[in-house]
């Protein structure tokens, strides 16, 4: 099933899921510096957080969470939980600033995604000797025991790369191939079927070589050893997966997990194309090291610069003032950026990006905490994430002191 994008008829769903918790909540009643309910407040900035001993390597955002691996090899995740979003058993609770994830050590990549409807997102990391556990939406999850907390999935040790689309997972095996598991629908694991149940771990046929694997919205791509890559499932019915024309000497390949738009960057150029379209250069997208997207899209440029673009602007997450979808430098951000995220909550979207410095920082949608910034105020500026650098983190706020009321982010 294709994703719709009517941001506003998706915020009344999401807060029904996210904003009605607000007067139960019992996990600190610490009051926030940025705004009181009904006010518009002052974003905090990126970097005035302050940095601590503990430094953000990368970063990756779902629906309604995100997640940080830390220099010490442990992850710490804010936002929602009703999924296990955060790692532990499914929850009720928002947490608007960072909890860590219990069990997860020596984490070197993380990705999260996944189904943002009943599946429910999933957050997997690989662990330096290789080993990857993965935690969240049970439907979703490699593992079907229904749980929701971090453990480890054996067939998936070594795997070279990890992608989370909607609804199917996969991944690259230390020989080369593909696999995947999740829904087949619009032919995602390359077998011909159209729908039907979730399936296991199944190969993906006719593929080796593989180097790094993009999922889409019931579509996947693997860039190959030789710079060209492949793609199968909604931008082609074909049963086995179809070389992209006009893609050569690609180093990185990105999927828009809400759209049919795909990418790979190349040295000269990033190439982008839609369906069984050929690959076109994006001039726009020129000396960029990393694209993400779900609702909306962001670029990491090779000098740390963050450009955003795409889906309506009244919630922030583009991150600057323009609310066209022509890709803009996000407001706010006051050093240099080594890895960005981007995630989504129904149609309504966060971003985030791990700064030199160490910190972290998000802008955009903001009813479940999953900018970080112990409010729950939407942004239109990256705003720091709070206390995620502190060597032991404080007890997580729930944000219900500075809720958004209206669709209006602030500063």
């Not at 009703?82 to 219990?102: I, L, Q, W």
């Not at 054996?154 to 690259?172: D, H, Q, W």
């Not at 080796?208 to 889409?216: D, M, N, P, T």
């Not at 673009?309 to 583009?318: L, P």
């Amino acid at each position: 099933m294709k994703p719709f994008s009517l941001c506003t008829g998706a915020l009344i769903l999401s807060v029904v899921a996210c904003s009605d918790k607000h007067d139960s909540r019992g996990d600190s009643s610490a009051e926030s510096s940025a705004s009181t309910k009904g006010g518009k407040g002052k974003s905090s900035g990126a970097g005035q957080a302050g940095v601590g001993p503990r430094s953000v390597l990368k970063l990756a955002a779902g629906d309604g969470a995100a997640c940080a691996i830390m220099d010490n090899g442990t992850v710490r995740c804010w936002g929602k939980n009703d999924g296990g979003e955060r790692g532990s058993a499914k929850s009720t609770d928002d947490a608007a600033t960072p909890v860590e994830v219990p069990g997860i050590a020596n984490a070197v990549d993380i990705v999260m995604g996944g189904d943002s409807g009943s599946s429910g997102d999933i957050a997997c990391v690989t662990a330096k000797d290789g080993v990857v556990s993965c935690w969240g939406g049970a439907q979703m999850l490699p593992l079907k025991d229904g749980k929701t907390e971090p453990r480890a999935v054996p067939e998936l040790k070594g795997a070279l790369s990890i992608a989370l689309g909607g609804g199917t997972g996969y991944a690259v095996k230390p020989d080369g191939t593909v696999s995947g598991w999740g829904s087949p629908a619009f032919n995602s694991l390359a077998d011909g079927s159209e729908s039907g149940s979730d399936k296991p771990l199944t190969a993906i046929p006719g593929l080796s070589g593989a180097k790094q694997v993009a999922a889409g919205q019931n579509h996947a791509c693997a860039l190959l050893a030789d710079g060209t890559v492949s793609c199968w499932g909604y931008v082609s019915k074909k049963q086995k997966p179809t070389a992209v024309a006009g893609v050569s000497g690609a180093t990185s390949i990105f999927a828009d997990s809400q759209r049919d738009e795909t990418c790979a960057i190349t040295k000269d150029a990033t190439l982008c194309w839609t369906d069984n379209s050929e690959a076109k250069a994006r001039e726009e997208l020129k000396s960029v090291s990393k694209l993400a997207g779900r609702n909306h899209k962001c670029a990491l440029g090779v000098d740390g610069s963050v450009t955003c673009w795409g889906s309506d602007n009244a919630f922030g997450q583009v991150g600057h003032g323009d609310p066209s979808s022509k890709p803009g430098k996000v407001d706010g951000l006051t050093q240099k950026a080594v890895d960005i995220a981007v995630g989504h909550v129904f149609a309504c979207s966060l971003a985030c990006a791990a700064l030199v410095d160490g910190s972290a920082a998000c802008w955009g949608y903001n009813q479940c905490g999953q900018l970080g910034d112990g409010t729950l105020m939407d942004r239109k500026v990256a705003t720091a994430v709070v206390g995620l650098t502190s060597e032991k983190l404080e007890t997580a706020k729930n944000g219900g002191d500075a809720v958004q009321e209206g669709p209006t982010a602030t500063s």
